[in-house]
């Protein structure tokens, strides 16, 4: 289940508008001239997560939204942001990354040792917490 644009952009269009994207909250911050960020957009994506994610415990069917979760979408890499279907039990299914172009395949594998390194972070956090003391 992969959107396929009905438009063509040429690789450098692609390229401003994923940095574009990358730097969104950036963006929003600037041009509020530091009187605010984009926490707006992170509450809307929470409230959206937790609403489908109580849809799909109530048996909705097609609950479908994107979340970073523990999978094996990318070898190696034992979490992955993908496109989940959500039901009574939580995730029932994590959907792949489908066809990527070649712009896509390279930004995949240049993220990739700092994702991991990441995972690797937040692993180790959670299975060594701050002592409160």
């Known amino acids: 289940m992969q959107t396929v644009p009905s438009i063509t952009i040429t690789d450098a269009e692609r390229k401003a508008l994923t ?16 009187a605010g960020s984009a926490t707006l957009s992170m509450a809307y994506a929470a409230a959206r997560m937790a609403e489908s994610t109580l849809l799909g415990m109530q048996g909705e069917p ?14 190696g ?3 992955f942001a993908s496109r ?3 039901g009574p039990e939580g995730v029932v299914k994590v959907n792949g990354l489908g066809p990527l172009n070649d712009f896509e395949k390279q930004a995949l594998e240049d993220m990739l040792p ?4 990441q995972i690797e972070k937040g692993i180790h956090f959670a299975k060594n917490p701050p002592k409160n003391e």
Do not use: H, Y
């Not at 940095?19 to 530091?34: D, L, M, S």
């Not at 097609?62 to 070898?75: G, K, T």
């Open 114 to 117: 700092e994702l991991k390194a």
């Open 62 to 75: 097609n609950m479908l939204e994107c979340a970073f979760v523990q999978s094996d979408v990318v070898p």
């Open 77 to 79: 890499c034992p979490f």
């Open 19 to 34: 940095q574009r994207i990358q730097e969104a909250g950036t963006e929003v911050v600037e041009a509020k001239a530091g």
């Open 84 to 86: 989940v279907q959500l």
